[in-house]
């Protein structure tokens, strides 16, 4: 296992993160539009995006644990990169190694103040659809047992215009 195949996969998980990351900011137009068919979509995207980073993902870490045990660690239950650095031998290597793992902490720091902004979107659309819905529903002490309004709330008896004696 070398450098350069951990350097090529964190690439690729560069990539996949980056057109995550433009499909996070595609979602925001789309939530701020309100077009509920085109965000189903993006989620539909979005996952095979994640499918694929994870898959990336597991191929990182089997690369990763599989360098250290060549370098003669211990197997390491969650390996990272920075594990790799400080043991690569060549400066060359752990320069080229840093360059790769701050661009893609960056991509990810990145994606994740979209996904905040996106998740602060919903919120607020879910809270102005549930007080529209609270506004056209009728309360509680409006409505009796069967489900029919209740004309007056008063406890004074209310007088008729005719007489029922007369």
């Known amino acids: 296992m070398s450098v350069e195949t951990i350097c090529s996969t964190l690439t690729k998980l560069e990539k996949m993160h980056k057109s995550l990351l433009e499909l996070a900011i595609k979602k925001t137009e789309i939530i701020t539009a309100g077009d509920i068919e085109a965000l189903d979509q993006m989620l539909k995207d979005e996952q095979a995006h994640v499918a694929a980073i994870d898959k990336l993902e597991q191929q990182r870490q089997k690369q990763v644990t599989d360098y250290l045990g060549a370098k003669g660690f211990a197997s390491i239950d969650k390996a990272t990169v920075a594990d790799v650095i400080e043991v690569a031998e060549q400066q060359i290597e752990k320069d080229m190694l840093s360059a790769v793992r701050n661009r893609l902490l ?14 602060k979107l919903v919120f607020q659309s879910l809270q102005f659809v549930n007080l529209t819905l609270g506004s056209l529903r009728p309360q509680n002490e409006q409505i009796n047992y069967s489900g029919s309004e209740i004309r007056g709330t008063n406890k004074v008896a209310k007088k008729s215009f005719f007489d029922s004696q007369a």
């Open 106 to 119: 960056q991509i990810i720091n990145d994606l994740k103040k979209q996904n905040d902004l996106n998740q």
